[in-house]
């Protein structure tokens, strides 16, 4: 079945520091890719997606691009705030596929410390 | 538009008793969906309705009972609470963009049941 596999966390890092989040994939099909964010208290808002091998989805200062030969869409921000404290979730849906389901990772938490 | 809206925020229930999620959305959209949320578990699929009038099981159905009631609105009822389902419980529905799948998700239900 389909399946994504994200870098476990928690991630703590200082205030314009680097980030990487690894997400990789397994699917059936030809699947869409995304990034949903969740705030504390708050639920899930879609951060940036791609829908085809070599797209690059970006929002906020965060991008990601698909690679279909790694089977990967690895999250990346060059200077991380600490208003981007949050928890981060890779999903993927199959494009026609029966149901439209997302199938998600099991989430990031992501510290930022000024 | 208020997007997706979901009531109650918080509930507590004891071992036994029965209650219903509400889930409304304004955004005319056709699929709505129910997710639990646990900790190291990411998000799981509990039932769907890809369209008004039909609603099909996903990945966690045992305990769960749904209903379409219009296009609007898409409640989850859980007839005899179980300690297992203390959970955070996500509506979303569903847009098609193009050829990806994106979904709009609400606040969340905070459930406790002892």
């Known amino acids: 079945g389909d399946s994504v596999t994200q870098m476990e966390g928690p991630v703590t890092l200082s205030e314009e520091a680097f980030l990487t989040i690894n997400c990789t994939y397994t699917a059936t099909g030809y699947p869409s890719l995304f990034w949903y964010v969740q705030y504390p208290g708050e639920g899930l808002q879609l951060l940036l997606k791609?829908?085809?091998?070599?797209d690059k989805g970006s929002n906020k200062g965060f991008e990601a691009t698909y690679r279909k030969e790694t089977t990967s869409f690895h999250l990346e921000k060059g200077s991380v705030q600490v208003s981007d404290s949050a928890v981060y979730f890779c999903?993927?849906?199959?494009?026609?596929?029966?149901?439209?389901?997302?199938?998600f990772g099991k989430g990031t938490l992501l510290t930022v410390n000024p | 538009n208020a997007g997706v809206t979901q009531t109650p925020k918080f509930q507590v229930l004891k071992t036994g008793q029965s209650m219903t999620l509400q889930c409304a959305q304004d955004?005319?959209?056709?699929?709505m969906y129910w997710y639990r949320q646990d900790p190291g578990m990411g998000l799981r699929l509990i039932y769907y309705?890809?369209?008004?009038?039909?609603?099909d099981k996903g990945e966690v159905p045992n305990g769960y009972n749904v209903s379409r009631l219009n296009k609007r609105e898409f409640s989850l009822r859980l007839e005899s609470a179980a300690p297992s389902q203390t959970s955070v419980y996500f509506c979303a529905s569903r847009v098609t963009s193009g050829n990806s799948y994106e979904q709009y998700f609400g606040p969340g239900t905070r459930l406790t049941v002892t």
């Open positions: 999903a993927l849906s199959i494009s026609g596929g029966s149901n439209y389901k997302l199938t």
């Open positions: 309705s890809a369209s008004e009038g039909t609603t």
């Open positions: 955004m005319n959209h056709n699929s």
């Open positions: 791609a829908t085809k091998a070599d």
